[in-house]
């Protein structure tokens, strides 16, 4: 896979507003992938990669999606939920099968970067932050996970994923049940931690 | 089952708090029975019943879940949340065994009436509210929900199950997953209403 064959598709597929997001993604997911000791190659692809499939018509997302679900990769109740939840998992079936992404962590890291789920490795959770709190980013509560992005990965994801159903809750829209299982999950990690 | 003898035994078990509460629900329970035309004397008695073992010794709480769990009636996943959602499946064993109550409307009313759940009936969306809206109730966003409750049952249980659980992830607490469920299959019924 070559970076920039990427990053030209990226930033063809999608609106210039959105790819100066993606840029922003990269930053922070190298600022954080160094800050932690994860790998800043794979942290710098999956964010490159995360809104591949943002624009995609919502035909060509489902049948994409239709054929991840048949495969076990993704839940099929992500049918029932809101649209803007497709694109991740069709991005990460896309940048495998058109740039020959094979590395699991990183395909992980962009199915999940808008629903997140419960055992999220670090580059996943790296990627949910950075494209939660990137420079570009503007909005209540923002800044709150952003101070916490840098001391404690989990509490950022905890405060988030509130952050991000509370929003939800208060506009009565519908929730995906698996963002609240990485809520829950991440509570309890907090919960056994502190009784250790 | 004698009625009278049912309160009298909510009575000695409850704290004279929790007892004036429960006579609230009573009394909001019909009102919104008779609004509704449901059944008042299943109101009555779901109502009395909802919290008799509030305030049973946790161990007696889950002597009586494992069984209900292993019988099928109970998820096994209450287990890890919240023991506070504990007593509203076992009063409804516990009326059952006790009083010989049989109508599963109403054991339904008491099982779900902390936690809601998907395809609640009239009589289970009732008792839920007439909780949380009794008269003895003051908390930020009841009075919102005291409106709805008269104009439509399932808006105020979407509104109510949206505070509820905003206030619990305010306090980064765990969410019972099945509490979501209510709030998401009532949005879509919503839904699926304004489309017809």
Not at 99 to 120: C, K, P, Q, W
Not at 184 to 189: G, H, I, P, R, S
Request: charged residues 25%.
């Amino acid at each position: 896979m070559k970076i920039d064959q990427l990053l030209n598709e990226v930033k063809n597929d999608l609106t210039e507003h959105r790819f100066r997001h993606t840029l922003g993604v990269k930053q922070t997911a190298l600022e954080l992938a160094k800050h932690y000791h994860v790998s800043p190659e794979q942290a710098e692809v999956a964010a490159i990669a995360h809104d591949i499939a943002k624009f995609w018509p919502e035909a060509r997302l489902k049948t994409v999606l239709t054929q991840e679900i048949t495969a076990g990769r993704v839940r099929s109740d992500i049918l029932q939920y809101n649209k803007e939840l497709w694109h991740a998992p069709v991005g990460a079936a896309w940048v495998n099968e058109r740039f020959g992404i094979r590395e699991e962590v990183i395909l992980d890291a962009v199915r999940y970067h808008t629903s997140a789920r419960t055992n999220m490795s670090a580059l996943e959770k790296i990627i949910w932050l950075a494209d939660y709190i990137e420079p570009n980013r503007n909005f209540p509560g923002v800044e709150t996970v952003r101070a916490l992005a840098f001391k404690d990965l989990d509490e950022a994801m905890i405060t988030g994923l509130a952050q991000t159903i509370q929003f939800l809750l208060s506009r009565r829209q519908l929730v995906y049940p698996l963002t609240l299982e990485a809520y829950n999950d991440l509570v309890k990690v907090r919960a056994q931690k502190a009784v250790r």
